[in-house]
């Protein structure tokens, strides 16, 4: 067994849970630093000549199922943004229209002043 390779997979290993942490903190600007340095350390891991070690394959196996969480993580961190995004645009526009019905039962809009004014008598 290679310790270069064991070494290289453990600090993979060491970075994705790194970006799990921060995937779970919504500390997207801590996230984009991790990918360079997670993206390095892959090229590192990749560069060495293959080996056959059964505790190198596990390692190999776990850093597929951890990648493979944290890319699950971000596509639930991205569509609760965007639900989040999609309710700030709602609520955004709720506070400056308001509608009713007529009687006839025709939707009519009410606009609302985008602020209010003091009046003193």
């Given at each position: 067994m290679s310790g270069r390779h064991m070494r290289a997979a453990r600090r993979v290993l060491?970075?994705?849970?790194?970006?799990?942490?921060?995937?779970?903190?919504?500390?997207?600007?801590?996230i984009e630093r991790l990918?360079?340095?997670?993206?390095?350390?892959?090229?590192?891991?990749?560069?060495?000549?293959?080996?056959?070690?059964?505790?190198?394959?596990?390692?190999?196996?776990?850093?597929?199922?951890?990648?493979a969480r944290n890319q699950s993580l971000a596509e639930a961190s991205r569509r609760g943004v965007a639900a989040a995004a999609r309710l700030?645009?709602?609520?955004?526009?709720?506070?400056?229209?308001?509608?009713?019905?007529?009687?006839?039962g025709l939707r009519r809009d009410l606009r609302t002043p985008s602020g209010t004014r003091d009046r003193r008598a």
């Open positions: 060491r970075l994705l849970d790194d970006e799990r942490k921060a995937l779970l903190q919504a500390d997207f600007g801590h990918a360079t340095k997670l993206q390095a350390a892959c090229d590192t891991l990749e560069s060495l000549p293959p080996i056959d070690d059964s505790r190198l394959t596990a390692e190999l196996d776990r850093i597929r199922r951890e990648a700030r645009r709602d609520f955004e526009a709720a506070r400056s229209m308001l509608s009713t019905y007529t009687g006839t």
